[in-house]
């Protein structure tokens, strides 16, 4: 049995897109942890080391870039936490950004992985309906 040439071609795009799809997911570099009392200290006494504060939206975490150090990730004790930092923030002048919450891993890797075959099932159905002429 003879593998048509257009198939042969989807299974290599199919391929090539999880490997690069897997691959961009991971260039970025973890965040380092940073506690909450480690960044009300920095924010009162070198608030000019912090370049950018990132409120994650529907959760209780945040990124705090920083001059020549990796970015961290708090994990604030409440919502009254959270206030207490945005306000030295804005104290400060040191800016802040919120952004929508990513997915996570799994929900990432299974519409990398899912993605190809629900195509292959389409191109499977839309060409079973052509031979049979319908």
Do not use: H
């Not at 290599?12 to 973890?30: D, K, R, T």
């Not at 608030?47 to 939206?57: A, D, F, K, L």
């Amino acid at each position: 049995m003879k593998i048509p040439t257009f198939l042969k071609w989807g299974l290599v795009a199919a391929a090539l897109y999880v490997v690069l799809g897997i691959f961009s997911a991971q260039q970025q570099p973890a965040p380092v942890d940073m506690t909450y009392s480690e960044l009300v200290k920095v924010l009162d006494e070198q608030p000019s080391t912090i370049t950018g504060i990132t409120v994650i939206n529907g959760s209780n975490e945040l990124t705090v870039e920083r001059k020549d150090q990796p970015v961290a990730k708090v994990v604030l004790p409440s919502k009254a936490g959270e206030q207490l930092v945005l306000e030295a923030a804005g104290k400060n002048k040191v800016p802040v950004t919120a952004k929508e919450a990513q997915a996570g891993f799994w929900s990432i890797a299974l519409s990398i992985l899912l993605s190809p075959i629900v195509l292959m099932v389409l191109l499977f159905l839309f060409i079973s309906r052509a031979a049979a002429g319908g």
